[in-house]
Every structure is written in structure tokens, then in C-alpha cells.
């Protein structure tokens, strides 16, 4: 059964994945609230990343740098005068469109007059619109498109008049070409080596129906990895971070490769700064689309700060005393498209497994099947009733000592079969449930999510049966 985006967005709400934000006052544009499972996933996500690119490798640090720079920073980076989407507005609703996605979906209707959008000058996506008269999607007539700059604006100082321009960072790459001199000078790494952070960007962006995938607010896990180019050939370089990244995505996330591919971007389509670009692509709901991109953005960033500040990014080799700026490759990842990504990838809707509790015939259940280390919690615990306080009191102790090793989730409400089927559908891999039989022997029932069989275990090896789970699960 293929997974619809309606799927998605219904489960997101229904479990408290994902809410509109400002629900309450109607929603805020491209804007979403991460709800209690949600959270906690973002939290894995962020946290395997960091471990698997900073953490476990000898040759990363680690950052966290502000959102609103000093402005010059976009002036030298080419944001202020390059960061564009081409925006048309319809003419009677004045709502506005990104002029490439309308062509998209027009030659999705039109396969006979394909062709590559991202080659479009600006002039030539007008010409397109007019001579195919492609309406919005309200079927008005639309304006030619205009340039449209994707930075956010904001103000600092407190007196009218004389407050000045700030820009809300449009990505976190820069915090880290504006430290790369601190972190030379204040740190020990060697050539090649690379910075990461994770930090929320700001995009203005114009787009429609596409839940998370495209937001104003973002979250970025981005790497600037900095190379002598005379020494470490930057082509070998951009294969070995591909390779890493479809690791990571396939092995750390455990994501389906037959949903996965490389695409090279064309010479007109690469952004400002990069010599060589390739997006990762995942087929999301309503087609494939980037998930990460890896640019190799050669030295024109420290280039164009060192020039603007005047400050000195030249490295001086040590041992030969060879100066120069550094070169980077950078992957750049988002962490909302990869949250979306894992439940598109995880989601499943199948015949609800036969458990020794009660679960109607014919029944449905929806389950996420990601990793068990992915999984907003990992283990459920449950009093089979929730009016009988012996049983409430063990099942407390059971969650309190599983708590401080594990994220764990308490539900005492409902048939334990309902309760069952609403772990499944937020991916808890194992539900513990404490009953009369654990009052006699101290042996409780784990039900694992994705077969659905019960084994009894003993109260007292369960923290080392999970955890051994935990690191053995591929
Ligand atoms: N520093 C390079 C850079 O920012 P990008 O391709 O514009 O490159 C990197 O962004 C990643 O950030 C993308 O691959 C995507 O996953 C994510 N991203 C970009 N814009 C986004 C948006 N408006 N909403 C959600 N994620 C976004």
C-alpha cells in the first residue's frame, strides 16, 4: 500500500508529531509546531547526527553559532543580492506562487512539453507562463515573475529611526566560515578538517501544500569541511562525503535505498557560490525531491569575508609555511525533511497482529517502523488496569527504574489492546505490561512492536535485555 501524503499529516496530528502552529489562530504560512513524539524525534535525529559526523570521527568539531550575524555577513556571502526565488502572484487573489513550481506541475500535465525548469532564466519561465497561459491554481491569470529575496529582515536597537538592518541567518554555513579563524587559533585540528553545527535557519519562503517539507523556519545540519586543494583533490573528497551521507541515511536511519538516488545539479541551477553540486533525493509522498545537498563551494566564502572584513583567513601551514584559504565541501542537510522523510519511509498500515489481548478481527493497525534507536520512546510501560493500585505501584517502580536509561512512555488508560495499536503508531519498539502475574513471580510481558509476540521476562533483567536490544538492532 503506498503511503499518501494525507496518511502523513493525519498520523502527525492524530500522535503529536506535527501541529499546524498558531492552530488556534488559523496557522501562521508554512509554519509547524514539533508536538511530544515529535520532539523527541528531532531530538534522535539531531542527536545520531552529531554523534555519527562530530562525535565519532577525529577529524570534526562542533559549533553553535547565532542566528542574526553581523549583516555584512550576507552582503560578502551573496545572499543580499543572490539569495532570489522568481515569485508571480495571481492577478485577482493576489496569492503568490514560486513561477518554477507552477511550470512543474503544468508539464506534469503536459509531459509532451517537458523540460528542465531549473535552466529557465527568469525572462524565459515569463515567456513559458505566457505562451502556455498557465493559470494559478485558482485558474486566475498571473503577473511576470520578479526576483524574490528569501532573506528575512528583522531590526536591532530600540530607538525609531535609528534601528538597523539585521537578516536572520538563511543558513547556518556562514556562523562557520565567520569563526573559521577563532576556531583555527583556539583549537588543534589539522588539514583536511571540518565544523559542524545544527541551528534553525529563516527563508521567506513562498510555497503551498507541502506540510514539512518546505518551511519558513528550518532546522539545518550543516558541515564545512576545509581543504588544502593542492594537496587533497576535492572530486575524491566530494565521493567519500557521498558515500558517508548515503550511510548514514540507509545504515544510522535505516532508510529504504530503492527510495533514495543522486542528482547533479545543472550548471545553471547551482547556487551562487558552488563549483559542483549533487542533492540527495528521497521519493517523498508527491516525488522525489532533495533531502541533502553537498556543494563544493571552492574558498569563495572565506574569500569574500576576508575581503569584506579585512580580516586575515589565510592559513599558514606549519611545517612549510605555505599560505592559503581553504577550500570546502559542504553536506548540508535538513533536519525536518529528514524528520519527514523517516516517517514517509516507516509507515505502514497492515492487519493488526494477533496479541493474547483483545484486538478486534479484522482490525487495522498503523505502525512506524523505524529504528528501534529512532523511536520517540523506546519502551512503554502499562498496568493492566489502572484501578488497582498494587499493580499501578509496580508498574511505576518498573517505569522509574527503565527511565533513567531509556526514554520511556507510561499509559494506564484504555484496553491494553487500544494501547497497544497507539504505540505502534508513534514506533515504541517493546510495551511493558505489569499484571496479576507480576505480582507473583516479578516477571512482566514485553510485546514487540513489530511482530507483535509477548515474551515474559523478569523485572530485574529487563534494563539489560533493552539496552542489549538497543545496540544490536541494525
Ligand atoms: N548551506 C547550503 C544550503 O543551505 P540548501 O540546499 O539551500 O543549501 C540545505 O539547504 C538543506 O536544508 C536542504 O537540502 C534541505 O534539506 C534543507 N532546507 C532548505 N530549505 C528548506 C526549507 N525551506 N524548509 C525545510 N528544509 C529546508
Known amino acids: 500500500m503506498t503511503t499518501t501524503m494525507e496518511d502523513i499529516v493525519a498520523l502527525?496530528?492524530?500522535?503529536?508529531?506535527?501541529?499546524?502552529?498558531?492552530?488556534?489562530?488559523?496557522?501562521?504560512?508554512?509554519?509547524?509546531?514539533?508536538?511530544?513524539?515529535?520532539?523527541?524525534?528531532?531530538?534522535?535525529?539531531?542527536?545520531i547526527w552529531w554523534n555519527y559526523f562530530i562525535k565519532r570521527r577525529t577529524?570534526?568539531?562542533?559549533?553553535?553559532?547565532?542566528?542574526?550575524?553581523?549583516?555584512?555577513?550576507?552582503?560578502?556571502?551573496g545572499h543580499v543580492s543572490a539569495f532570489n526565488d522568481p515569485l508571480v502572484e495571481d492577478k485577482k487573489t493576489h496569492k503568490r506562487y514560486r513561477a518554477d513550481h507552477l511550470i512543474e506541475a503544468w508539464i506534469q500535465q503536459h509531459?509532451?512539453?517537458?523540460?528542465?525548469?531549473?535552466?529557465?532564466?527568469?525572462?524565459?519561465?515569463g515567456e513559458f507562463i505566457a505562451a502556455n497561459t498557465i493559470k494559478s491554481p485558482d485558474g486566475n491569470e498571473l503577473t511576470r515573475p520578479q526576483k524574490f529575496n528569501l532573506l528575512f529582515e528583522t531590526k536591532l536597537g530600540v530607538v525609531e529611526g535609528e534601528k538597523s538592518t539585521l537578516y536572520m541567518r538563511g543558513e547556518t554555513a556562514q556562523g562557520i566560515f565567520t569563526n573559521f579563524k577563532n576556531i583555527i587559533d583556539s583549537t588543534r585540528v589539522t588539514f583536511p578538517f571540518g565544523v559542524g553545527q545544527?541551528?534553525?535557519?529563516?527563508?521567506?519562503?513562498?510555497?503551498?501544500?507541502?506540510?514539512?517539507?518546505?518551511?519558513?523556519?528550518?532546522?539545518?545540519?550543516?558541515?564545512?569541511?576545509?581543504?588544502?586543494?593542492?594537496?587533497?583533490?576535492?572530486?575524491?573528497?566530494?565521493?567519500?562525503?557521498?558515500s558517508a551521507m548515503w550511510?548514514?541515511?540507509?545504515?544510522?536511519?535505516?532508510?529504504?535505498?530503492?527510495?533514495?538516488r543522486w542528482r547533479q545539479h545543472t550548471d545553471?541551477?547551482?547556487?551562487?557560490?558552488?563549483?559542483?553540486?549533487?542533492?540527495?533525493?528521497?521519493?517523498?509522498?508527491?516525488?522525489?525531491?532533495?533531502?541533502?545537498?553537498?556543494a563544493y563551494r571552492t574558498n569563495y566564502d572565506l574569500t569574500q569575508h576576508a575581503n569584506l572584513s579585512?580580516?586575515?583567513?589565510?592559513?599558514?601551514?606549519?611545517?612549510?609555511?605555505?599560505?592559503?584559504?581553504?577550500?570546502?565541501?559542504?553536506?548540508?542537510?535538513?533536519?525536518?525533511?529528514?524528520?519527514?522523510?523517516?516517517?514517509?519511509?516507516?509507515?505502514?498500515?497492515?492487519?493488526?497482529?494477533?496479541?493474547?489481548?483483545?484486538?478486534?478481527g479484522g482490525e487495522m493497525r498503523t505502525v512506524l517502523a523505524v529504528k528501534p534507536a529512532l523511536a520517540p520512546t523506546s519502551i512503554a510501560v502499562f498496568p493492566l488496569v489502572a484501578n488497582k493500585p498494587e499493580l499501578v505501584e509496580k508498574a511505576k517502580s518498573v517505569f522509574l527504574d527503565l527511565s533513567k536509561r531509556f526514554s520511556v512512555a507510561w499509559d494506564a488508560r484504555g484496553n491494553i489492546g487500544k494501547r497497544y495499536l497507539s504505540q505502534d503508531e508513534v514506533g515504541t519498539p517493546w510495551c511493558v505490561t505489569i499484571d496479576y502475574t507480576t505480582l507473583e513471580d516479578d516477571t512482566v510481558t514485553v510485546r514487540d512492536r513489530d511482530t507483535a509476540v509477548q515474551e515474559r521476562r523478569n523485572v530485574t533483567e529487563l534494563s539489560a535485555y533493552f539496552q542489549k536490544k538497543l545496540d544490536t538492532i541494525e
Not at 111 to 125: C, F, N, R, S
Not at 272 to 288: A, M, R
Open 268 to 294: 545553471k541551477e547551482r547556487s551562487h557560490y558552488s563549483k559542483d553540486t549533487y542533492d540527495l533525493d528521497y521519493e517523498f509522498p508527491f516525488g522525489w525531491k532533495e533531502l541533502w545537498g553537498i
Open 59 to 77: 577529524d570534526m568539531v562542533g559549533l553553535d553559532s547565532q542566528i542574526l550575524l553581523h549583516p555584512n555577513t550576507w552582503v560578502a556571502s
Open 198 to 242: 545544527i541551528g534553525k535557519s529563516f527563508r521567506n519562503e513562498i510555497t503551498t501544500g507541502q506540510f514539512i517539507f518546505r518551511t519558513i523556519e528550518l532546522e539545518q545540519a550543516e558541515i564545512e569541511y576545509f581543504f588544502d586543494p593542492e594537496t587533497t583533490d576535492w572530486k575524491t573528497l566530494m565521493d567519500e562525503w557521498k
Open 310 to 360: 579585512k580580516a586575515d583567513l589565510t592559513y599558514t601551514d606549519p611545517k612549510t609555511g605555505k599560505k592559503f584559504i581553504p577550500h570546502v565541501i559542504e553536506p548540508a542537510l535538513g533536519i525536518n525533511r529528514t524528520f519527514f522523510m523517516l516517517l514517509a519511509d516507516a509507515y505502514r498500515k497492515e492487519p493488526a497482529r494477533n496479541t493474547t489481548h483483545s484486538v478486534a
Open 12 to 47: 502527525c496530528k492524530r500522535r503529536g508529531f506535527v501541529y499546524p502552529t498558531s492552530d488556534i489562530y488559523g496557522g501562521l504560512t508554512s509554519s509547524y509546531d514539533y508536538g511530544p513524539a515529535g520532539a523527541e524525534l528531532l531530538r534522535n535525529i539531531r542527536n
Open 111 to 125: 509531459p509532451d512539453k517537458a523540460l528542465v525548469v531549473e535552466d529557465l532564466t527568469i525572462d524565459q519561465m
Open 247 to 260: 550511510d548514514f541515511v540507509t545504515k544510522e536511519l535505516g532508510v529504504s535505498a530503492a527510495h533514495l
